[in-house]
């Protein structure tokens, strides 16, 4: 409880994690570049809500814009600094945050994407921890309103997983692990780098796909079109991580060699994988909608280069080629840049 905490980047999933370890006793400063969405935190504390009534909380919290920061300096050193900011913005907000930890404290990447190397290139990679949100969809849809739109995991599934680059488990991993308790289930994982670029694979399958076509999650994996090009996607991105050669975990309840052949057209596999997707739509809430369609729905930059585009520049690097993540990647660079109107037409014939 003594530990003072920052967290830039207070979105979706930010807010939403800020809010709850503020609400839990955290002293916790929560620092976003959106004026509007500071001052009504401000004002009126973070609103979150979820699938039940139970989730329902305003939460009074220290909130700060980004022009602010600099008052840092007369208040007590950081001692953990969760990044959730867009995966383009990491380096810059990395240094911000630098002149202001204490001399052991560290930064958290609790973002879509793998941005530990690039936090380590500025802080070194001892001042660098790592931690994945799985399963947790959320949608910041109003100036310091945040709604989580899928259950909470709890015992029946892990949502935050801290690890180390190195491997080994740590203190001050079991204390990021404990402190995200107060959000969701959490552990400590010694395979952060498998478990980054298994949420990657899931990323990958549904983020660029939703963005491009408009689809929610639900319409994108119950329709036989769209499902099985995510599936594909999936298939394609497992096999880019298995010969880069990460221990992939579980993914929503799929096995990785699985996933993989089923997107190569194995009947059982496809057949398992399918059935899984569909179960899956009948948890969530059908306004849930990934990230990335967020953005677009905003007109905001999305986070296609580092995902999509992250998974075909790896595979072209080391000889796997992903090309359905190169059309993905393409596709929502389209839409990004108003060249196209989100469609499922935009992905006809793939």
């Given amino acids: 409880m003594g530990k003072r905490v920052a967290y830039l980047g207070v979105g979706a999933v930010g807010g939403y994690v800020a809010g709850h370890l503020t609400r839990a006793g955290h002293d916790v400063t929560l620092i976003d570049p959106w004026p509007e969405h500071v001052e009504a935190m401000r004002g009126n504390g973070i609103e979150l809500s979820g699938t039940t009534p139970a989730e329902r909380h305003t939460v009074p919290v220290s909130a700060m814009h980004v022009t602010d920061v600099q008052n840092l300096v007369k208040q007590k050193p950081i001692d953990i600094a969760f990044v959730s900011v867009k995966s383009y913005d990491t380096e810059w907000a990395t240094l911000l945050l630098r002149p202001y930890l204490a001399p ?19 802080v070194g990679w001892g001042r660098t921890v790592g931690c994945i949100a799985s399963l947790i969809a959320v949608e910041l849809y109003a100036p310091g309103k945040i709604k989580r739109t899928v259950p909470m995991g709890g015992d029946r599934h892990t949502v935050f997983r801290v690890g180390e680059p190195h491997g080994r488990v740590t203190r001050r991993a079991e204390e990021v692990a404990e402190m995200l308790r107060a959000v969701d289930s959490a ?40 499902r099985g090009l995510s599936i594909r996607l999936g298939s394609e991105a497992v096999r880019v991580g298995q010969a880069l050669g990460f221990p992939l975990e579980r993914m929503l309840g799929m096995d ?38 967020q953005d677009i729905a905003k007109g905001r930059r999305t986070e296609t ?36 109107k989100p469609s499922p037409e935009l992905i006809c014939g793939w």
């Fill in 104 to 122: 052991d404290g560290f930064i958290v990447s609790l973002q879509n994407c793998i941005n530990e190397e690039r936090i380590a290139s500025h």
């Fill in 187 to 226: 552990k400590v994982t010694t395979n952060l780098w498998g478990e980054r670029w298994s949420k990657l694979v899931i990323n990958s399958m549904r983020n660029g796909l939703s963005a491009a076509t408009g689809l929610y999650g639900n319409q994108r994996d119950t329709t036989e079109g769209p």
């Fill in 256 to 293: 990785a060699e699985t996933l993989a052949r089923a997107g190569e057209g194995h009947p059982d596999a496809l057949t398992e994988i399918t059935n899984v997707l569909i179960e899956g739509a009948k948890k969530r809430s059908d306004d849930q909608r990934p990230s990335m369609a």
């Fill in 305 to 340: 280069d580092f995902i999509n585009g992250f998974v075909a520049a790896q595979g072209a690097g080391i000889g796997v080629p992903a090309p359905t993540h190169v059309r993905m990647n393409e596709a929502v660079k389209r839409v990004e840049r108003g060249d196209a």
